[in-house]
């Protein structure tokens, strides 16, 4: 077979099968043209889903008459010229490909203007590119492509295609990441004359996340947290979702790399291990973020579609943008997302009189708490009590409260009114500060301040009110009603701590002055033999002995209270899943977070009013309390506003 050179058109044909997919790659590889070009508004008017018309119009720079022809041959570009402009990429477009290859399969009008010439020029192309006539035309300063009929030529391609409706989706998703990448662009879309997309230029961080909003939806925004992080010549920003908003798919997973979006597996892998001990198994996060770098240190010439990149320092970039995502997912406290309510809601809040019924029959008894009414029993108690509440501290944030809301009703109603919904407020309150007394009583040595709360006194998670079925603290704060699942946040509270005490270097261990025997087999205990440096690194101590029996001599002061015996198999179990030491060493946090599991307080365990306040306390001092160790809420918070709703108040 002789060797021959392709003619260009059929040349141009096959580029355009890597470049032009589909419509939306049209949509992608002009609009970025036009961003190049310093355009700040682009109108793009798509017909057919595509097929028919795309026609992109934007106010850049221009092209000047004796470059438009030029711009239709394959490999020219104005914006590389040396190997050394190769490494130091800047424009999302370079490679000269893209104009060729949609000229090749389509009929193109190409009219620009630049600034100095006395009119714009016009060119018209049907699938190829020489002896093209260049005619004036009418236009302002900036260029507009129309594409038509695009795969007229190549009709097995066209065949490829879906419908209409499906390749204008696609087109409207590049258009909304494009949007995501640029605030200080304006961009309109319309399909068969209607719009679908109408943005603003967004300057302030406002505007931003109206625009993150109409896009990733209102719930992201609500429920998003900011980032922006620096090092080592990186930096990373924008906004990761609270691992309660993951989705089953990766759809909202929004990169940018230098200002281009990237498709890219080690920014997807970095984000999806930041938020391993936060979400649930088979879920995955809500991103849009933004990692600029210098250009030198990120290879874009990976692929013609330009959405693979290859950093030269893989290792720091991901480790860059796992720990920072980590360390604004660790720094999410009950603190920040009661600030995240908003400023207009609390003012609602103080501004609201509460209506109490303050008939005889309406005053709280004793029994509103008779769940929970139980006293300590320090053999059962399973909380590990670093200081307790003291009553001048308890009362006191509600003494504050009750002043509050004198004042707040005294200038709307009645003094006598008044005096009778603080008296029923007392009430309500009367069995806590009894419970609290007794505790206080028996743990007078101790006592402790309410970290953070705000100026009312009042903590973020509040204050404890009742246990509902033995899993449920409810709990009164300044925006409302709390709700916690206590072994959920009990066990994140455990996890962190046994965590904290793993990475200083040992776990604190308990003696126990009977050794717990456990009955396992023979393959458990030569596990256990093998992996003893590994128990003890874990706070346990663990001999074998005999051919299928362990003795376990020390364990985690924190799991003091567990049971043992399942506590030991359930390590061995994961030990024998992770078959060596290098993979038990990359597993160790899930080994910690099966341990923390074991000693959490469980469901059904009635706790009294000042456990309950304690672990609140531990949840707002604890890293991730947002989330137990397999990803689900350990709290949730319920408005005035929002119980209002539920029973119609105010209408």
Same mark, same amino acid.
């Given at each position: 077979?002789?060797?021959?050179?392709?003619?260009?058109?059929?040349?141009?044909?096959?580029?355009?099968?890597?470049?032009?997919?589909?419509?939306?790659?049209?949509?992608?590889?002009?609009?970025?043209?036009?961003?190049?070009?310093?355009?700040?508004?682009?109108?793009?008017? *798509?017909?057919?889903?595509?097929?028919?018309?795309?026609?992109?119009?934007?106010?850049?720079?221009?092209?000047?008459?004796? $470059?438009?022809?030029?711009?239709?041959?394959?490999?020219?570009?104005?914006?590389?010229?040396?190997?050394?402009?190769?490494?130091?990429?800047?424009?999302? @477009?370079?490679?000269?490909?893209?104009?060729?290859?949609?000229?090749?399969?389509?009929?193109?009008?190409?009219?620009?203007?630049?600034?100095?010439?006395?009119?714009?020029?016009?060119?018209?192309?049907?699938?190829?590119?020489?002896?093209?006539?260049?005619?004036?035309?009418?236009?302002?300063?900036?260029?507009?492509?129309?594409?038509?009929?695009?795969?007229?030529?190549?009709?097995?391609?066209?065949?490829?295609?879906?419908?209409?409706?499906?390749?204008?989706?696609?087109?409207?998703?590049?258009?909304?990441?494009?949007?995501?990448?640029?605030?200080?662009?304006?961009?309109?879309?319309?399909?068969?004359?209607?719009?679908?997309?109408?943005?603003?230029?967004?300057?302030?961080?406002?505007?931003?996340?109206?625009?993150?909003?109409?896009?990733?939806?209102?719930?992201? *925004?609500?429920?998003?947290?900011?980032?922006?992080?620096?090092?080592? @010549?990186?930096?990373?920003?924008?906004?990761?979702?609270?691992?309660?908003?993951?989705?089953?798919?990766?759809?909202?997973?929004?990169?940018?790399?230098?200002?281009?979006?990237?498709?890219?597996?080690?920014?997807?892998?970095?984000?999806?291990?930041?938020?391993?001990?936060?979400?649930?198994? @088979?879920?995955?996060?809500?991103?849009?973020?933004?990692?600029?770098?210098?250009?030198?240190?990120?290879?874009?010439?990976?692929?013609?579609?330009?959405?693979?990149?290859?950093?030269?320092?893989?290792?720091?970039?991901?480790?860059?943008?796992?720990?920072? *995502?980590?360390?604004?997912?660790?720094?999410?406290?009950?603190?920040?997302?009661?600030?995240?309510?908003?400023?207009?809601?609390?003012?609602?809040?103080?501004?609201?009189?509460?209506?109490?019924?303050?008939?005889?029959?309406?005053?709280?008894?004793?029994? *509103?708490?008779?769940?929970?009414?139980?006293?300590?029993?320090?053999?059962?108690?399973?909380?590990?009590?670093?200081?307790?509440?003291?009553?001048?501290?308890?009362?006191?944030?509600?003494?504050?409260?009750?002043?509050?809301?004198?004042?707040?009703?005294? =200038?709307?109603?009645?003094?006598?009114?008044?005096?009778?919904?603080?008296?029923?407020?007392?009430?309500?309150?009367?069995?806590?500060?009894?419970?609290?007394? #007794?505790?206080?009583?028996?743990?007078?040595?101790?006592?402790?301040?309410?970290?953070?709360? $705000?100026?009312?006194?009042?903590?973020?998670?509040?204050? =404890?009110? =009742?246990?509902?079925?033995?899993?449920?603290?409810?709990?009164?704060? #300044?925006?409302?009603?709390?709700?916690?699942?206590?072994?959920?946040?009990?066990?994140?509270?455990?996890?962190?701590?046994?965590?904290?005490?793993?990475?200083?270097?040992?776990?604190?261990?308990?003696?126990?002055?009977?050794?717990?025997?456990?009955?396992?087999?023979?393959? !458990?205990?030569?596990?256990?033999? !093998?992996?003893?440096?590994?128990?003890?690194?874990?706070?346990?101590?663990?001999?074998?002995? @005999?051919?299928?029996?362990?003795?376990?001599?020390?364990?985690?002061?924190?799991?003091?209270?567990?049971?043992?015996?399942?506590?030991?198999?359930?390590?061995? =179990?994961?030990?024998?899943?992770?078959?060596?030491?290098?993979?038990?060493?990359?597993?160790?946090?899930?080994?910690?977070?099966?341990?923390?599991?074991?000693?959490?307080?469980?469901?059904?365990?009635?706790?009294?009013?000042?456990?309950?306040?304690?672990?609140?306390?531990?949840?707002?001092?604890?890293?991730?309390?947002?989330?137990?160790?397999?990803?689900?809420?350990?709290?949730?918070?319920?408005?005035?506003?929002?119980?209002?709703?539920?029973?119609?108040?105010?209408?």
């Amino acid at each position: 077979m002789k060797i021959h050179r392709l003619d260009p058109l059929l040349a141009n044909q096959i580029a355009a099968g890597e470049v032009v997919e589909r419509p939306a790659a049209v949509v992608k590889e002009l609009v970025e043209n036009s961003l190049d070009a310093g355009a700040t508004e682009i109108e793009i008017s *798509i017909e057919q889903g595509g097929l028919g018309l795309i026609k992109i119009r934007d106010n850049g720079s221009g092209i000047s008459k004796e $470059d438009l022809p030029l711009a239709l041959h394959r490999h020219a570009t104005s914006k590389i010229s040396t190997v050394e402009d190769l490494e130091n990429v800047l424009s999302l @477009g370079f490679r000269g490909e893209a104009l060729a290859s949609i000229c090749a399969v389509s009929r193109l009008t190409l009219t620009s203007a630049v600034a100095g010439e006395p009119s714009a020029w016009q060119i018209k192309s049907e699938g190829q590119v020489d002896n093209l006539e260049i005619i004036p035309a009418a236009h302002p300063i900036g260029t507009t492509i129309e594409v038509r009929d695009l795969f007229f030529n190549t009709p097995a391609r066209r065949k490829f295609l879906r419908s209409d409706k499906t390749e204008f989706s696609h087109i409207e998703t590049v258009v909304k990441r494009i949007l995501l990448s640029r605030f200080d662009i304006a961009i309109s879309l319309t399909h068969n004359q209607r719009s679908v997309v109408q943005s603003k230029i967004a300057t302030t961080i406002q505007q931003q996340e109206a625009r993150v909003a109409s896009i990733c939806g209102d719930e992201f *925004i609500q429920h998003a947290l900011a980032i922006d992080s620096e090092a080592a @010549g990186l930096r990373l920003w924008g906004w990761i979702g609270l691992p309660t908003l993951s989705r089953t798919q990766t759809d909202k997973q929004f990169f940018y790399v230098n200002g281009r979006v990237v498709r890219d597996k080690l920014l997807t892998h970095a984000l999806r291990q930041a938020y391993d001990d936060v979400l649930m198994h @088979g879920r995955h996060p809500v991103a849009v973020l933004f990692l600029e770098l210098d250009p030198f240190g990120v290879d874009v010439n990976v692929h013609p579609t330009k959405h693979e990149v290859r950093f030269r320092e893989s290792r720091l970039v991901h480790d860059f943008i796992r720990r920072s *995502i980590q360390r604004v997912l660790a720094e999410n406290s009950p603190q920040q997302q009661m600030a995240r309510m908003g400023a207009a809601e609390r003012s609602d809040l103080l501004n609201t009189v509460p209506i109490l019924n303050t008939s005889e029959s309406s005053i709280p008894q004793q029994g *509103i708490l008779s769940l929970s009414s139980n006293k300590i029993d320090p053999e059962k108690n399973d909380i590990s009590f670093r200081s307790s509440e003291s009553r001048t501290n308890y009362s006191g944030a509600h003494s504050t409260e009750m002043s509050a809301y004198y004042e707040r009703a005294s =200038a709307a109603t009645k003094p006598h009114l008044v005096e009778e919904q603080m008296a029923a407020y007392t009430a309500m309150h009367a069995v806590a500060d009894e419970l609290t007394e #007794q505790f206080t009583a028996q743990h007078s040595n101790t006592s402790i301040s309410v970290e953070q709360s $705000d100026s009312s006194g009042i903590p973020p998670l509040g204050f =404890a009110l =009742a246990q509902l079925k033995g899993i449920y603290i409810l709990a009164e704060n #300044q925006h409302g009603l709390v709700i916690v699942d206590m072994h959920a946040a009990h066990e994140r509270i455990n996890y962190e701590k046994l965590k904290s005490q793993f990475a200083a270097g040992k776990i604190i261990a308990q003696t126990m002055l009977i050794p717990v025997t456990v009955s396992v087999s023979s393959q !458990e205990a030569d596990c256990a033999e !093998e992996f003893s440096d590994i128990f003890s690194r874990l706070g346990l101590t663990v001999e074998r002995h @005999g051919e299928s029996s362990l003795a376990v001599r020390h364990v985690p002061t924190l799991l003091q209270n567990a049971d043992i015996a399942q506590l030991v198999k359930d390590v061995i =179990a994961d030990l024998i899943t992770y078959e060596n030491s290098e993979r038990v060493e990359s597993h160790m946090n899930e080994l910690l977070a099966s341990m923390a599991c074991h000693g959490s307080v469980r469901a059904n365990r009635p706790l009294t009013i000042p456990e309950m306040n304690q672990l609140l306390r531990d949840m707002e001092r604890t890293e991730r309390s947002g989330q137990c160790n397999h990803g689900r809420p350990t709290w949730s918070q319920m408005s005035l506003a929002e119980l209002d709703k539920l029973f119609l108040r105010g209408r």
